[in-house]
């Protein structure tokens, strides 16, 4: 009875683990989605900045959160640039809302 109990707690410790992280995700619509839908690798930036925010595999995305004010109350400079590899531009912005996408290539 004791050898039983020694291996219930890893695995209780395991189960309240995954609850707690699970917990402290943000919901899907909290989150503002980049999805490649190219054929092509894509660097995303800041249409301001010089700096590559992430770069996607076709097929690949990302979940990005932010201030609400970039949906509401969003700067004109706002503006996200993808650019595949043989040099094709995609731009999103500058009004971003939580709980929305953007499929980079549709």
Known sequence: ?????????PIGLVIVGVL??????PRAEAMFYIINTT???VTVKWKSGTRTLLTLDPGEGY???FADSR????EQGA???????TGKSYTYG??????TSWLIGK
Not at 1 to 9: D, I, K, P, S, T
Not at 94 to 99: E, T
């Open 39 to 41: 054929q092509e690798t």
């Open 20 to 25: 707690v992280l699970s917990a402290c995700q």
């Open 94 to 99: 500058p009004r971003m809302c939580k709980g």
């Open 71 to 74: 949906c509401t109350d969003p």
């Open 63 to 65: 979940s990005y959160g």
């Open 79 to 85: 503006i996200l640039i993808a650019t595949s590899e």
């Open 1 to 9: 009875m004791a050898n039983m109990r020694v291996h219930l707690l």
